[in-house]
């Protein structure tokens, strides 16, 4: 069985609002797919769909070329963390997974190495209902590993994780893929996907906006601009200019230029004379690239916040 999702034309409305209109990707194995896009972009009911536990109008999910509800034992071919606080808070860690494990025809020795993986040894017989969102997120993702499955689908995993424990997430999820594993991961912290993810799926009001590679989006989004810094600032746009390159002040103290490679913008300068402590590719952070991209996507937006005068 191929580890892969596909998703197809997939069409959901819930009475007058139209979750999915046409939502099309494939998960592919071998690397970590980034799941990204604005409240309400539909992300959430795509993977209830995968799932089975909403029903599309048109199209159709496929988890390794089958509907999810007629694989056998499903956990073995796909684990999900949707909800880390769907779980009986009275049930001990350890007992929630074997609950889950004996429902698949797993043994309880599975369920000790998966709580091992997720580093909850301490806390496995602990009652669920008491651990923290990063503790609770831990044993979502045991229990999304408990049949080993070859395609992992994890909503927001980041939440509530300290910082060794996003430590800890990314390479978890790094490690996986690099097993041959189909990675879907859904987030909103994207300077974690930017450091985890290979390729992005970015969608808005029911769509995809772009399926891309994470390094080829960040170079659409830098533009081919080139990052300058020098002290003598005016000398420098003189000389850019007379070549026809844009150039405008960046907010760090540097200037921007559009429309020459750094190979010519260091060649000018030096001609000119004119010194210069750096010049490189412009480089922009995947939160910067995703906010062009979903800009006119954006179902719920905030106004400023207005000015106040002391």
């Not at 490690?175 to 450091?195: C, F, I, P, T, Y």
């Not at 769509?207 to 830098?222: E, G, M, N, P, W």
């Not at 420098?236 to 490679?261: K, M």
């Amino acid at each position: 069985m191929e580890a892969t999702i596909e998703v197809t034309g997939l069409r959901k409305r819930f009475g007058a609002a139209l979750a999915l209109d046409g939502m099309s990707f494939t998960v592919q194995p071998g690397q970590v797919t980034g799941f990204v896009g604005p409240n309400g972009a539909g992300k959430s009911t795509t993977m209830r769909v995968i799932l089975g536990l909403d029903a599309p109008e048109a199209g159709r999910a496929l988890v390794g070329g089958r509907p999810y509800a007629s694989l056998p034992y499903p956990m073995r071919y796909l684990g999900s963390l949707l909800d880390a606080g769907a779980l009986q808070p009275g049930r001990s860690a350890r007992g929630h997974l074997l609950w889950l494990a004996f429902s698949q025809g797993l043994t309880a020795q599975r369920v000790d190495e998966v709580i091992e993986q997720a580093g909850l040894s301490t806390a496995a017989r602990r009652r669920a209902g008491g651990f923290s969102l990063g503790m609770r997120q831990r044993l979502g993702v045991a229990a999304a590993m408990l049949g080993d499955p070859m395609i992992l689908m994890l909503d927001e995993p980041f939440n509530g994780l300290d910082p060794e424990g996003i430590v800890w997430m990314r390479g978890f999820l790094r490690s996986l893929a690099r097993q041959g594993r189909a990675v879907l991961v859904s987030s909103h912290l994207m300077s974690e996907l930017e450091d985890t993810a290979d390729h992005l799926v970015v969608v808005g009001r029911g769509r995809v906006v772009a399926d891309t590679s994470v390094a080829a989006l960040l170079a659409a989004a830098a533009g081919g601009r080139v990052t300058l810094r020098t002290a003598a600032v005016p000398e420098a746009v003189t000389a850019l200019d007379r070549a026809g390159a844009a150039v405008a002040a960046s907010g760090d103290g540097a200037l921007t230029i559009s429309g020459l490679p750094a190979e010519r913008v260091i060649t000018l300068l030096s001609q000119a004379g004119v010194p210069f402590s750096e010049v490189s590719g412009h480089r922009v952070t995947l939160e910067q690239a995703y906010l062009d991209l979903t800009r006119e996507a954006v179902e719920f937006r905030a106004e400023p916040a207005p000015e106040v005068a002391l």
